[in-house]
């Protein structure tokens, strides 16, 4: 990596993943940086990710996990997810690769990162003031821009990153520049509870889908030779752990199904996504006929756990501890165990979202820079635009990327790979 320095003097209103990072880069150009951070101390956001662990990134981090995936894929195309994950290994940290490719530092521990990068910061030269939160940033007639305290202060700098995670304040940046509503998303849902009672605190792996028009899944389902039944369905869907609760339901499948559902819409469990329609009928009237004394909920016993096996028969209408006799029963059972129903009625606690979607609107920024079209010299990272990806590293990384290209940017200089 090699750039042009300059002694620009920028400034960082942010002290939270995206704006680390871009104050970090910006001072190894030789800006003169200055971070401007509302709480005591830098980095907490940071400590709070991957319940402590910090889930730094993915190793199969692609522009279709984000909900603006144009305007990723151009800011990946300048800088690969290979170079954000290379500059950790260089600053020192260790990582490691886990399931589904989460990437961690090796420690376990989100301190480990923040230490990191707090030793670049201070290799970079940069100033960090904390305890003082930001009114706005004004542009000047003479191209450069203030950036205005709570307290009346104002500072002059060549050029303004904004780094204020989601939900930015109304009047931060100048009034031209669009803004999305903010609504938090990768949360858990809260739902209709009916079939779900007495599930609270257990764990299965499943699929979850929404189907706008889910009047027909039944009769498709009766007939489950059909072949199309799966190719018919283009909706979202995600794969992960569901943990029910007692207001609905959590884990990463839930949480990234609450990017995508709405409230009064359905969201359905596959707890056998790893199955055929007509194996789960096999399996299920086969085991039926091989131990014919044993219950509905027996039998499915085999397949889900024990409280869930007895939700499912219930959900089908069948008496969960009388015997399968009928093939059809198979069927209705294999069917709701791939299509067990919940009516979302909301994110069940927004203040626990992990990230906000909305923001400020990426038409009005280039992707290679994170530079404002309107107003040059003005720059958004992280999940002050409005770019959010799933769950698994992917809204860090959008940090460490948006950071990294905004901060070398705003120091003048243009970063190039080989």
Known sequence: MQGVTFMDQVAVIGGGASGIMAAICAGRQGAQVTVFEAADRIGKTILATGNGR?????????????????????????????????????????????????????????ASVLDVLRLCLDEA???????????????????????????????????????????????????????????PVLAALKTDTTNIKGLSGIRVRARLYIDDDPTDLRDAWMDVVDPDFK??????ETYGEVL????????????????????????????????????????????????????????????????????????????????????????????VSESFGLKVKGIADPKKSQVTRGGYNVKDFNPLTMECALHPGLYVTGEALDVDGRCGGYNLHWAWTSGMLAGSAAAGAQLLFE
């Open 125 to 183: 030269g940069v100033r960090i003031r904390c305890g003082l939160p930001v009114r706005c940033a004004v542009p000047r007639e003479d191209g450069r821009w203030d950036v205005v305290s709570a307290d009346g202060g104002r500072e002059s700098f060549d050029s303004a990153i904004v780094a204020v995670g989601g939900g930015p304040a109304a009047g931060l940046v100048p009034n031209d520049i669009r803004v999305k509503k903010c609504q």
């Open 244 to 335: 029910f609760r007692d207001y609905g339901i959590s884990g990463i499948a839930a949480f990234d199904m609450s990017r995508y559902v709405r409230p009064g819409q359905t969201v359905f469990i596959d707890f056998l996504p790893d199955m055929e329609p007509q194996d789960k009928v096999d399996f299920v009237f086969g085991q039926a006929q091989a131990h014919p004394t044993r219950t509905a909920v027996q039998v499915m016993g085999g397949l889900l756990p024990s409280h869930v096996a007895r939700a499912v028969v219930s959900a089908a209408g069948l008496n969960p501890d009388e015997p399968i006799i009928a093939e059809q029963e198979a069927v209705v059972l294999a069917m």
């Open 231 to 236: 190719s018919d369905y283009h909706g979202p």
């Open 54 to 110: 910090c889930n730094l990134s993915n190793a199969d981090i692609m522009s279709s996990d984000y909900n603006r995936p144009d305007f990723v894929q151009a800011a990946m195309d300048a800088l690969p997810p290979e170079e954000v994950q290379l500059f950790f290994s260089d600053a020192g940290l260790l990582a490691i690769q886990e399931d589904e490719g989460r990437i961690y530092p090796y420690t376990h521990k989100a």
